[in-house]
Nanobody
């Protein structure tokens, strides 16, 4: 089995910062892309940022210049540094990873999600 465990959410004032972490563990052969998504009440889940196995990053326009995604390949961990937070950033943030697992004589790619961590930006 594979687990994605998130941490780092909480309550922060507008203009503040938070750092989210997501560690993947279990029977992992390798990890392709990792990323962060968020879902606010009444809204669909949306992409925040992704990072490939080669280190290429992609951001939603709404967070460009404020958020930074990074990855520790040795620890199978992805981070999201969130600066200059705004009330509209309030949401449950979910970690996502495309993980290769051994299956028979080959490997198969699976899509995994974390349980989510609440980020609330409010004064």
């Amino acid at each position: 089995q594979v687990q994605l465990v998130e941490s780092g959410g909480g309550l922060v004032q507008p203009g503040g910062s938070l750092r989210l972490s997501c560690a993947a563990s279990g029977s992992i052969f390798s990890i392709n892309a990792m990323g962060w998504y968020r879902q606010a009440p009444g809204n669909q889940r949306e992409l925040v940022a992704t990072i490939t196995s080669g280190g290429s990053t992609n951001y939603a326009d709404s967070v460009k210049g404020r958020f930074a995604i990074s990855r520790d390949f040795a620890k199978n961990t992805v981070y999201l540094q969130m600066n200059s937070l705004k009330p509209e950033d309030t949401a449950v943030y979910y970690c996502n990873a495309d993980i290769f697992r051994l299956q028979g004589v080959g490997v198969r790619e699976y899509d995994y999600w974390g349980q989510g961590t609440q980020v609330t930006v409010s004064s």
